[in-house]
């Protein structure tokens, strides 16, 4: 078998050595070469070349979307692209209880691991005046429902959705 025949038997063979499951941050704008040696490096690809190769020959390595992918099981390379170029990205959840009070859902915001903690040092004052909305109490500002959001997001787009949410119920 030549090294074309390989490379059609690698692109529909699992690969990966593991230990799985796998969660791996893919940055925006990542070249397919650094997302194919990242993918290496965690045990999710034996062969990068062999990986990119493939990537640049079904025109997808430029498709690759950005964020965080959970990987449970070795899987074959074409598998690997279908899910890194549809973003089938792993998503952070966070739930509001109605009833909480707006301490309580600061809490939970800042305890919460998978977000990008960038308001956590400022005041209530200073948090609603960073999200641009104009009230002197945070109280019943916020909807209480269950958001997804990427792995690694900040915590100031999650405000922002809770707050617009609310806004729409008001209206």
Known sequence: MGWLGWLAWYAYSPTGRGPFPVEVHIEPGSAFKTVADQLHALGVVD????????ARLSGQATQVKAGSYLFEAAVPPTALLRKLTQGEILLGKIT????????????AIDRHPRLRHDT?????AELLAEL???ASHPEG???????YFDIGSSDKA???????AMQQVLQ
Do not use: K, V
Request: no cysteine; charged share 20%; net charge negative.
């Open 141 to 147: 500002l916020f909807f209480p429902d269950t958001y």
């Open 158 to 164: 999650l405000y922002l959705r809770a707050y617009h």
């Open 47 to 54: 062969h990068p070349l062999a990986f990119t190769l493939i």
């Open 96 to 107: 509001f209880i109605e009833g909480w009070t707006f301490r309580q859902m600061r809490e």
């Open 120 to 124: 956590a040092a400022l005041s209530d």
């Open 132 to 134: 641009g909305i104009e």
